[in-house]
């Protein structure tokens, strides 16, 4: 099992719709999760961090954790060409003090 | 304020040599960190600089190594260039460190020929 998994996708959407971004993690102990956008040629940006339980929110961006499953999602409403890129999840496994990045997922906004 | 620089920004080299890459991150952050980015493999941890010591390291083989100045900038080298060394390598500062929130460099595309 790895330690952070991704579905690669592409995931499609329409403009408008909600994509929904989903990724495990191996180890209950962590703590620390991270949302980064990486558009073709560039480097990866940090969108969200969430450490709680729960939804955290940030303009069109919901972050949901659920530690007791293990995993995180990213929720993109009212989505954009703009938003089409690779979303990547970072998790800061237990006792490890870095990041384990998923392989990431593409997400295609078509109008 | 400004973000993470990293030169050069493409490089090419021979199969055997050397090569040094080079970051300044953002103003106030005393940790940088260096990753590997290729399709294969995603995006793979390095080593962790703080306040010039290292202070985590990724499972790679020692021909990767870096340093830190007092200014909290870094450098990464990689002797005895591999092919398989081709990659995107990536630079992040954090305020924090390698576990907390990492702000990225454009990065260096090393191509191994």
């Known amino acids: 099992q790895k330690e952070v998994e991704q579905n690669s996708g592409p995931l499609s959407v329409p403009e408008g719709a909600i994509a929904s971004l989903n990724c495990t993690y191996s180890?209950?102990?962590?703590?620390?999760f991270f949302w980064y956008r990486q558009y073709s040629g560039k480097s990866p940006e940090l969108i969200m961090s969430?450490?709680?339980?729960g939804d955290k929110e940030d303009g069109r961006f919901t972050a949901q954790l659920n530690k007791a499953s293990q995993y995180v999602s990213l929720l993109i409403r009212d989505s954009q060409p703009s938003d089409s890129a690779t979303y990547l999840c970072?998790?800061?496994?237990?006792?490890?003090?870095?990041?384990?990045f998923g392989t990431g997922t593409r997400l295609q906004v078509f109008p | 304020k400004a973000g993470v620089t990293q030169t050069p920004r493409y490089l090419i080299k021979t199969r055997g040599q050397q090569v040094t890459l080079s970051c300044s991150p953002i103003?106030?952050?005393?940790?940088v960190s260096w990753y590997q980015q290729t399709p294969g493999q995603g995006l793979q941890f390095l080593f962790e600089?703080?306040?010039?010591?290292?202070?985590n390291k990724g499972n790679f083989p020692g021909r990767f190594s870096g340093r830190q100045f007092s200014n909290s900038r870094s450098e990464m080298n990689v002797s005895t260039l591999e092919l398989g060394d081709s990659a995107l390598y990536l630079c992040?500062?954090?305020?924090?460190?390698?576990?907390?929130?990492?702000?990225f460099g454009p990065g260096t595309r090393l191509t191994v020929t």
């Open positions: 992040a500062s954090s305020p924090l460190g390698s576990g907390y929130e990492q702000y």
């Open positions: 180890d209950r102990g962590s703590q620390s």
């Open positions: 969430i450490y709680s339980n």
């Open positions: 970072a998790v800061n496994l237990y006792n490890t003090d870095k990041l384990i």
């Open positions: 103003s106030g952050h005393r940790s």
């Open positions: 600089y703080f306040s010039e010591t290292q202070r």
